[in-house]
């Protein structure tokens, strides 16, 4: 299948109003960081302080508001739901650069690993085991903090499991969308539908990062989108998100607009990262 037929959607995607212009506009900001002359020297310290503060950001995205230092400090995350919630956070944050080869040919094995890796530290109060690192099954519940379900109505696991296997089509085959397009949807996309009874929040920003590590677009981890979403607010990420799932060129359009300005808050706080690192170093 050719990456510019009318089978590949998300080059629609990528020429709504405002898109190109997200897109360029994130490219920008990504490659200043990347010339940054501290990247030339630290980049591997960056990018693991970056992951720190990515994980940290999703966590709190699904009701684990942690300050980064107590996020740093500890070491226990198995007493209680929010430090579940953190620990599992990192978790899959420090495993998502890992599965690159993998996600190319079998996106969905990786989600399961994600969730598999979220889960291993206990599922949330009431939630069942046996739901661990499978797709939901019809009258299974969801339990996904901070996403209610009348903001966006769970699909049922028939359109679940139709949606899912597109969206695995469409990564295996792949896209001329830029990388920003492809993350931002594979985000929307797996919080829109929610594939697992937990923890679909982090599983749905772990796949965004392996989407924006394997692309090119930023190959060291050193954006990270999760603290950008973070920063923004559960509030305003939920409004945006909302728009996607309507399914709307407008609600798209702010979908991948919301995600483009979370990188640039993510790259913001690694080139403050860079710039302790200098003054450090004087």
Same mark, same amino acid.
């Given at each position: 299948?050719?990456?510019?037929?009318?089978?590949?959607?998300?080059?629609?995607?990528?020429?709504? !109003?405002?898109? !190109?212009?997200?897109?360029?506009?994130?490219?920008?900001?990504?490659?200043? /960081?990347?010339?940054?002359?501290?990247?030339?020297?630290?980049?591997?310290?960056?990018?693991?302080?970056?992951?720190?503060?990515?994980?940290?950001?999703?966590?709190?995205?699904?009701?684990?508001?942690?300050?980064?230092?107590? =996020?740093? #400090?500890?070491?226990?995350?198995?007493?209680?739901?929010?430090?579940?919630?953190?620990?599992?956070?990192?978790?899959?944050?420090? +495993?998502?650069?890992?599965?690159?080869?993998?996600?190319?040919?079998?996106?969905?094995?990786?989600?399961? #690993? /994600?969730?598999?890796?979220?889960?291993?530290?206990?599922?949330?109060?009431?939630?069942?085991?046996?739901?661990?690192?499978? !797709? #939901?099954?019809?009258?299974? @519940?969801?339990?996904?903090?901070?996403?209610?379900?009348? &903001?966006?109505?769970? !699909?049922?696991?028939?359109?679940?499991?139709?949606? $899912?296997?597109?969206?695995? &089509?469409?990564? =295996?085959?792949?896209?001329?969308?830029?990388?920003?397009?492809?993350?931002?949807?594979?985000?929307? +996309? $797996?919080?829109? *539908?929610?594939?697992?009874? @937990?923890?679909?929040?982090?599983?749905? #920003?772990? %796949?965004?990062?392996?989407?924006?590590?394997?692309?090119?677009?930023?190959?060291?981890?050193?954006?990270?989108? +999760?603290?950008?979403?973070?920063? @923004?607010? @559960?509030?305003?990420?939920? &409004?945006?998100?909302?728009?996607?799932?309507?399914?709307?060129?407008?609600?798209?359009?702010?979908?991948? %607009?919301?995600?483009?300005?979370?990188?640039? *808050?993510?790259?913001?706080?690694?080139?403050?990262?860079?710039?302790?690192?200098?003054?450090?170093?004087?």
């Amino acid at each position: 299948m050719h990456a510019n037929t009318p089978a590949d959607p998300l080059t629609s995607l990528a020429e709504l !109003p405002g898109v !190109p212009d997200t897109v360029a506009s994130v490219r920008t900001a990504v490659d200043r /960081l990347y010339g940054h002359r501290v990247m030339r020297r630290r980049a591997t310290e960056v990018a693991g302080e970056a992951a720190l503060r990515g994980a940290r950001g999703s966590a709190a995205l699904s009701g684990a508001d942690w300050a980064l230092e107590e =996020v740093r #400090r500890r070491t226990d995350f198995g007493d209680g739901d929010q430090a579940r919630t953190v620990g599992a956070a990192l978790r899959i944050t420090a +495993e998502a650069g890992g599965w690159l080869q993998v996600w190319r040919a079998t996106p969905l094995r990786v989600l399961a #690993r /994600l969730h598999l890796l979220a889960a291993s530290g206990g599922a949330p109060d009431g939630a069942p085991g046996a739901t661990i690192g499978r !797709p #939901r099954l019809a009258g299974e @519940t969801v339990t996904e903090p901070a996403l209610a379900e009348d &903001q966006i109505p769970l !699909p049922g696991a028939e359109e679940l499991a139709a949606r $899912l296997d597109g969206l695995n &089509q469409l990564l =295996v085959t792949g896209s001329a969308a830029p990388a920003l397009v492809t993350a931002a949807v594979v985000h929307g +996309e $797996l919080l829109t *539908l929610r594939p697992f009874t @937990t923890h679909n929040g982090l599983v749905a #920003r772990a %796949a965004q990062r392996i989407v924006l590590l394997g692309s090119g677009l930023d190959p060291k981890g050193v954006a990270p989108a +999760e603290a950008g979403h973070a920063e @923004t607010g @559960t509030e305003a990420y939920a &409004q945006a998100l909302a728009g996607y799932a309507s399914g709307t060129a407008q609600g798209m359009a702010e979908w991948i %607009a919301h995600c483009g300005r979370a990188v640039e *808050l993510g790259v913001r706080e690694s080139v403050a990262v860079c710039e302790a690192l200098q003054r450090g170093a004087a």
